[in-house]
């Protein structure tokens, strides 16, 4: 199994319309969460963090559900420019204490006009 | 406001052949990254430098090495080119390792190797 799984999509919805999805995580102690977003053939940028309690940024929430271990993006009122790739990240911090960041593999959104 | 600058842009190889990829920040960032991003696979971390002076290794290591030359340059050599290194190639950095979870990525260089 995947440490963190995304469904690839795409999804393809119209402009206006809400559109959410999810990412799963095997690690139960993962501490941190995170989505980013990546252009077409661009770098990924931190979209944003995702914290406990469920946070919004404008158009955007994120949510989290540690007993079911995933993560959610909910983007409403989509626009054209919200066409990309979402990358779920997840930090984990393993027996050593080293951390690191696992990256999915990504969920490709188009917006339509 | 250059950020992280990656250079070069593209390159191919052929099978054998080595080169290194160049990296370079200018936000004071004290860790930085270097990941390979394949179809399906999501970005994989090839080595880290959590500070200046160190180096580690990441999920990826094989076939790769890396050097911290000051706090703005690591460096990711490639001795002999393999064809299943062709990937996209994104350095990173950011304040602390890891800690925030937000990485400046450079642009990327997309490697091809025959």
């Keep these: ?113 | 406001n250059a950020g992280v600058t990656q250079t070069p842009k593209f390159q191919v190889l052929k099978t054998g052949q080595s080169m290194t990829l160049q990296c370079a920040q200018d936000m004071n960032h004290n860790s930085m990254y270097w990941y390979r991003q394949d179809p399906g696979m999501g970005l994989r971390l090839i080595y880290y430098s959590a500070s200046e002076g160190t180096t580690d290794k990441g999920e990826v290591p094989n076939g790769y090495n890396v050097s911290r030359l000051n706090k703005r340059e690591f460096s990711l050599r490639l001795e002999s080119a393999a064809p299943s290194q062709t990937s996209v190639y994104f350095c990173a950095s950011s304040k602390t390792p890891f800690t925030s979870g937000e990485l400046f990525f450079g642009e990327g260089s997309r490697l091809t190797v025959l």
């Design chain 1, 1 to 113: 199994r995947k440490e963190v799984e995304q469904d690839p999509g795409p999804f393809n919805v119209p402009e206006g319309a809400t559109v959410a999805f999810n990412c799963t995580y095997s690690n139960s102690a993962s501490q941190s969460f995170f989505w980013y977003r990546q252009d077409c053939r661009k770098e990924p940028k931190l979209l944003m963090s995702v914290y406990s309690s469920g946070n919004e940024d404008g158009r955007f929430t994120a949510q989290l559900n540690r007993a079911s271990q995933y993560i959610s993006l909910l983007i409403r009122d989509s626009k054209l420019s919200d066409s990309a790739t979402y990358l779920c990240v997840v930090k984990e911090v393993s027996n050593f204490g080293n951390e690191k960041l696992t990256f999915g593999t990504g969920t490709r959104l188009t917006i339509i006009p």
